[in-house]
């Protein structure tokens, strides 16, 4: 019987991550260490945003995409040549339903992805598909598609999602080196909500919620986040590691499945 893998929601922060000495990067390797070795990866990052169906990639070896600028060519030296899987495609393709989803060749494996994977499979083989934010749905919707998702678990395949419970890059700028109250305290409200399994509280904000505006912003590093609740199966432990805050910018990260994953890690 294949023992059943986590759900992961990754803070992938900067792009700087993957190739300095960082805590973040630090857990991801480790983590990469203990996890059972996954047959497939599906992956949803925050910077692959569709509109209308859910795309998935495909082909032998997706593009690594280097989506940013300003950094140092070390970044956009690095290449993660992980193979695809067609068979992983077609699986959810299956439990998400034909109408619903769109293979894609155009796209690749981009810094939301690779940022997180490659610390966790440096040799780059474990076939990995990654799955856009269809931009049209409601935040309900999210956990609905991790929910439709969550069987992968059970048949080898690791589900990361890679984004940011807090980010702002605007108010980063002005905030970095600073612990902001606002932030503090939507990223303590998320954190009670997913351990709480409190889907209402991940969804629904209110109109006057200034710490969510600010938090959330543009929500696209907010939505990954609610694929990896909405995949929760009965039993399952949920577990908190990189909790941390700079400015505007969090790199909290959860785990749903076996706790002792992430036991001393950040």
């Known amino acids: 019987m294949t023992q059943r893998l986590p759900a992961l929601f990754l803070g992938h922060g900067s792009p700087m991550t993957v190739i300095t000495d960082n805590p973040s990067r630090t857990s991801f390797v480790e983590l990469g260490k203990r996890l059972p070795r996954p047959s497939a990866v599906l992956c949803i990052s925050a910077h692959w945003e569709t ?9 032998d070896h997706p593009r690594t995409i ?3 600028r300003g950094f140092p060519q070390a970044l956009f030296d690095m290449q993660y040549p992980a193979p695809g899987s067609d068979g992983l495609v077609e699986r959810v ?7 619903r989803i769109r293979r894609d060749a155009t796209w690749g494996f981009d810094h939301g992805s690779w940022g997180v994977l490659q610390p966790m499979f440096p040799e780059c083989d474990v076939p990995t598909v990654q799955l856009s ?5 409601g935040a309900d919707a999210y956990i609905a598609l991790g929910r439709q998702l969550a069987p992968l678990r059970d048949e080898g395949v690791l589900i990361v999602s890679s984004g940011n419970v807090v980010h702002n890059l605007a108010l980063w700028r002005q905030s970095a080196g600073t612990v902001p109250e606002w932030a503090a305290e939507f990223q303590a409200r998320i954190n009670a ?3 709480a399994g409190d889907d209402n509280a991940l969804t629904r904000f209110a109109a006057d919620d200034d ?5 959330i912003n543009s929500a696209e590093h907010y939505l990954p986040l609610l694929y ?6 009965p039993g399952d432990d949920v577990a908190l590691f990189n909790d941390s805050i700079d400015g505007a910018l969090s790199m909290t990260s959860v785990l749903i499945g076996d706790a002792a994953l992430v036991n001393g890690i950040a």
Request: proline share 0%; glycine share 10%.
């Open 93 to 99: 393709a299956a439990l998400l339903g034909e109408e």
């Open 193 to 195: 909500a997913v351990l």
């Open 51 to 59: 509109q209308g169906r859910s795309h998935l990639t495909t082909g």
């Open 228 to 233: 990896t609740v909405g995949a929760r199966l």
């Open 211 to 215: 710490a969510a505006a600010k938090a």
């Open 133 to 137: 934010l269809d931009r049209s749905l």
């Open 66 to 68: 280097h989506d940013f």
